[in-house]
């Protein structure tokens, strides 16, 4: 039911024809020219300011204003460029500070088509913030331009509205034919009237038939019934680009284009228009889903290869070519306003409810369903595909972007891609809601609010890559994959060229490469000298790859198999290349009467063909030096029998570096026992110097003889701590044994980046009674993480040329400060485990140099 109290128009004729506008209305004009909007909006708010009523006006300065500034009107200006969530989230909390009662005038709707191109999001911004006006029992005018907007957003925004209005005009009159007036019952509501320009008041419905067939001559001369206007505006914009290309014609507004498919960041612009022409952008757009952006990671991994093919065209010959498809920012947020989210979404951007709203609103999003029009797209996408396996990757708008890369943080989901078509349809939807409801993860909510970016648009734009690889019976990868790096952030001999780039590689799926894996090891190797290994043990296969991540046919799932399962079912010629054996310990183990191959992977061969590291060498050169900063690559490799190689880019973003960009001076002649550790190599994050105010340090034997079962409570009390001193100021350092950030237990402590955000330096410690050892994995998701943070790393290892000195009881004499954090931390078990220990007083400092890798913890 609406509302029965009545706002007057400034027009009595107007009230009468309509039975008054009430509160909760939102009165929607459809015009032919914006004057003719002008013609209703000036009286209304003449006649609101005379009734002392609450009157604003959002302006979005795309046309003149609709009226001359007057006393009692409030004025926002709304920066549509700001993105459509911002828009709308700052719209919904004008609208709930003005209180009820309140009289709104937007300028046209159609300035939103012109900002954001698409239709649908018009539709989608009055969708949304209609419900706003009803909610708080005010009456709203909005109108668009007839004849610029496809059907389909005309329709929705007339399902929405409670008075939509269709507004002509000859020299003489103007008319109004009422499409939609909500429950007002009256015998002429619906006929059209004529409005007497001279006299407004003078409104008459239009009962003769002389004046009918003038009316309907007028309406004719004005109507378009151009069938493109079953499309979006985006495919009207399109569709007039396609007959360029045609006529062999340069577009002037390359630019936009470019902002359109690509997003706003102007430096991805600038390396866009240099390496993109129209025919490109053409062969993009047909792959889209829906409209808007194609994301952050979309837009690197296709602006990385028209680098390669224009600047490298011999290595572009050894490119495999790429026929992703791209599900588009806009739907992202369509998909949340048809599942009733968009509430959740309001509450959840508000500080209170930014945590909590969050889990709410990510079980919602798991249940929602898809429209008809968009499950058909999805259809003939993977009638494309057929029953190749392809990934589900989130591409969001701030995604791989100058400043946040998002590493890790939101969801990819890979699709086997086996049965019917329906039942590949539902596989692939529930993995587009996946990702959707990752942006809700605490991860994601937690980087958001660190980098402060919890009130920038995120629209999730999704990118769906073909798996590349190769068939092993019932299993499928290519031979390899990883993540490589133009500069080397981590040096762990003096003799490394930090600009010759680094490479983190893995046989099987790329995955194993950027997540930390557990007991195993991916391969590190220096492009300057690949063959230089980061970490050797007694045998060679101590530091090397056990378990490959593959697709598993037989279940359908992404899964990690044993080095023999995978081996056993590959040709001769591959195992070959890819698979090692460790003779020393075959040997030692046939002397006790166990005869059986020791297997493993380093990728070793590969790092020793030159045309495979020489041209990921020059690729990372060649994108470093358009992109105009260091740049990080996600690939895979496949190979042949022949000996010919396939390299595919599936990802590229600017790469943070960290250090804190000083000049770090080694101090001189310090005592030893006023040494904490003094390491040669084995840090990320470049030059570094800074006082430490806390130290946090893990007891490597106690926390391994705490019950396996309790471990992940020594990493929840470090997330306490880092709460503590997250917003203190104070610098902490943290020391733990083994790995940081590992999902087992005994290879280290299962710290999310969540619990560790306030630690200004992380170091991992060695401790041989149990096995727990550093592992080099820049280029993980983690140490993405870290680096984006501005969190310098260190490895310390009890028997390392990388360590000359370490003194794990320095602080020994110190008390214990845990119960400081906490009080329920005193007298329990983790309080034996975990030492906190403020030593600001002290002088306690760390400097790490970057020209002699060496770094000193201390007082001095």
Request: charge should be negative.
């Amino acid at each position: 039911m609406i509302n029965q109290k009545r706002a007057l128009s400034g027009i009595s004729g107007f009230d009468t024809a309509l039975d008054y506008i009430r509160y909760g209305d939102n009165v929607v004009f459809q015009v032919s020219d914006i004057d003719d909007y002008r013609f209703f909006v000036e009286p209304f708010i003449r006649q609101a300011i005379e009734d002392n009523k609450n009157v604003v006006y959002f302006r979005f300065d795309k046309h003149l204003a609709l009226f001359e500034t007057a006393v009692g009107v409030r004025t926002y200006e709304i920066d549509l460029s700001s993105g459509f969530e911002t828009v709308v989230m700052t719209i919904s909390d004008i609208i709930e500070d003005e209180g009820p009662e309140t009289h709104y005038v937007f300028d046209s709707m159609t300035d939103l088509q012109v900002e954001w191109v698409a239709d649908w999001m018009m539709g989608n911004f009055f969708v949304v913030t209609a419900p706003e006006i009803v909610k708080s029992n005010s009456v709203a005018y909005f109108s668009y331009t007839s004849d610029h907007h496809s059907f389909e957003s005309v329709a929705r925004i007339r399902e929405t509205a409670s008075v939509l209005l269709d507004v002509f005009h000859d020299e003489d009159s103007m008319y109004i034919q009422p499409i939609k007036i909500l429950e007002r019952y009256l015998p002429t509501i619906f006929l059209p009237h004529r409005v007497d320009k001279d006299d407004p008041n003078d409104i008459e419905p239009l009962t003769n038939g002389i004046e009918l067939a003038r009316f309907y001559s007028l309406v004719a001369e004005n109507g378009n019934v151009d069938s493109t206007l079953n499309l979006d505006n985006w495919e009207r914009f399109f569709m007039k680009k396609k007959a360029l290309v045609q006529k062999y014609e340069v577009p002037s507004d390359i630019r936009d284009l470019c902002r359109m498919v690509f997003g706003t960041d102007e430096h991805m612009l600038d390396i866009a228009v240099n390496n993109v022409n129209l025919a490109d952008l053409l062969n993009i757009k047909a792959r889209m889903i829906g409209v808007g952006s194609i994301g952050g990671k979309a837009t690197g991994m296709i602006l990385s290869r028209q680098i390669v093919d224009k600047h490298l065209p011999d290595v572009s010959q050894i490119l495999e070519p790429h026929d992703s498809f791209y599900v588009c920012s806009n739907l992202y947020y369509t998909f949340l306003i048809r599942n009733k989210c968009w509430g959740l979404k309001i509450k959840q951007r508000k500080k209170r409810g930014y945590f909590p709203i969050a889990e709410i609103l990510k079980e919602k999003i798991l249940e929602g369903e898809f429209s008809d029009n968009i499950r058909e797209q999805f259809r003939r996408m993977l009638e494309y595909f057929g029953q190749s396996p392809i990934i589900v990757r989130s591409s969001s708008l701030l995604e791989d972007g100058f400043g946040n890369a998002f590493a890790g943080k939101y969801e990819s989901v890979f699709c086997v891609n086996k049965g019917t078509l329906e039942e590949r349809l539902v596989a692939f939807e529930n993995a587009v809601r996946t990702v959707y409801a990752s942006t809700m993860d605490e991860s994601v909510l937690e980087y958001r609010l660190q980098r402060g970016l919890t009130n920038m648009d995120e629209q999730m734009a999704l990118l769906v890559q073909r798996v590349t690889g190769s068939l092993f019976r019932d299993m499928y990868m290519p031979a390899a994959a990883g993540v490589a790096f133009s500069y080397n952030a981590y040096r762990w001999k003096p003799n490394i060229d930090p600009n010759a780039g680094v490479i983190r590689i893995v046989m099987g799926l790329g995955t194993r490469a950027v997540d930390r894996t557990d007991g195993d090891y991916p391969r590190i190797a220096a492009l300057d000298n690949p063959s230089l290994r980061a970490m050797q043990g007694t045998y060679v296969s101590d530091y090397a790859q056990h378990k490959v991540d593959v697709l598993d046919l037989t279940v359908n799932a992404h899964a990690t198999v044993p080095m023999e399962k995978i081996a056993a079912r590959m040709a001769p010629w591959f195992k070959s290349v890819m698979v090692e054996h460790d003779s020393k310990r075959e040997s030692e183990l046939k002397q006790v009467g166990m005869d059986r191959e020791v297997i493993f992977t380093t990728c070793e061969n590969l790092l020793r063909n030159e045309e495979f590291v020489g041209s990921i060498r020059k690729i990372l050169k060649t994108v470093e030096r358009e992109y105009d900063y260091p740049v990080d690559m996600e690939f895979a490799l496949n190979i042949s029998k022949s000996g010919g190689l396939v390299i595919n880019l599936l990802q590229c973003r600017p790469l943070q570096t960290g250090g804190s960009g000083i000049r770090a001076e080694l101090p001189k002649d310090v005592p030893r026992e006023n040494i904490f550790f003094d390491l040669n190599g084995g840090t990320m994050g470049g030059a570094y110097s800074t006082k430490i105010d806390v130290v946090i340090q893990v007891d490597p034997k106690r926390y391994y003889e705490y019950p396996y079962n309790q471990k992940p409570a020594v990493a929840r009390a470090i997330g306490q701590i880092n709460q503590f001193y997250k917003d203190s100021g104070k610098v902490v350092m943290l020391l733990v044994p083994g790995r940081i950030g590992t999902t087992s237990p005994e290879l280290g402590v299962p710290v999310r980046f969540a619990e560790i955000s306030a630690i200004a330096i992380a170091c991992e410690v060695s401790y041989e009674g149990a096995g727990y050892l550093p592992e080099l994995s820049y280029g993980s998701h983690f140490f993405q993480d870290l680096v984006e943070a501005d969190i310098f790393y260190a490895s310390i290892f009890e028997n390392k040329e990388t360590t000359k000195y370490y003194a794990p009881d320095f602080f020994a004499a110190e008390r214990n400060m845990i119960g400081e954090a906490d009080p329920e931390f005193t007298g329990s078990g983790v309080a034996d485990i975990i030492s906190v220990y403020e030593v600001g007083k002290k002088g306690l400092k760390i400097v790490s140099d970057i020209a002699s890798g060496e770094t000193i913890c201390g007082i001095w």
